[in-house]
Nanobody
Framework: QVQLVESGGGLVQPGGSLRLSCAAS????????MGWYRQAPGKQRELVAT???????NYADSVKGRFTISRDNAKNTVYLQMNSLKPEDTAVYYC???????????????WGQGTQVTVSS
């Protein structure tokens, strides 16, 4: 069993900052790519940022220069530092990780439960 537990969401004013965390636990053999996605009301889930095990990153154009993804492989944790937040960043943010276990040695995409981020004055 693998679990992804997110934390760090909340209400913030425009221009403010938040830091999201997502910790993976369970019978983990290896963690490959980790990432953050978001879904606003009435919209499809979209990619925010991803990071490989080696540290290579990829960002959606809408967050480049404002968000930073990082990971601590020793803690099986991925972070999303969000600065200069805008109302259009309001969404439920989900963590995703491709994780191999002994039962799924080639890897499987696991999702967190989501954390709400609201940017409003």
């Amino acid at each position: 069993q693998v679990q992804l537990v997110e934390s760090g969401g909340g209400l913030v004013q425009p221009g403010g900052s938040l830091r999201l965390s997502c910790a993976a636990s369970g019978n983990i053999v290896n963690i490959y790519e980790m990432g953050w996605y978001r879904q606003a009301p009435g919209k499809q889930r979209e990619l925010v940022a991803t990071i490989t095990a080696g540290g290579s990153t990829n960002y959606a154009d809408s967050v480049k220069g404002r968000f930073t993804i990082s990971r601590d492989n020793a803690k099986n944790t991925v972070y999303l530092q969000m600065n200069s937040l805008k109302p259009e960043d309001t969404a439920v943010y989900y963590c995703k990780a491709k994780i191999s276990t002994f039962q799924r040695i080639l890897g499987y995409d696991y999702w967190g439960q989501g954390t709400q981020v609201t940017v409003s004055s």
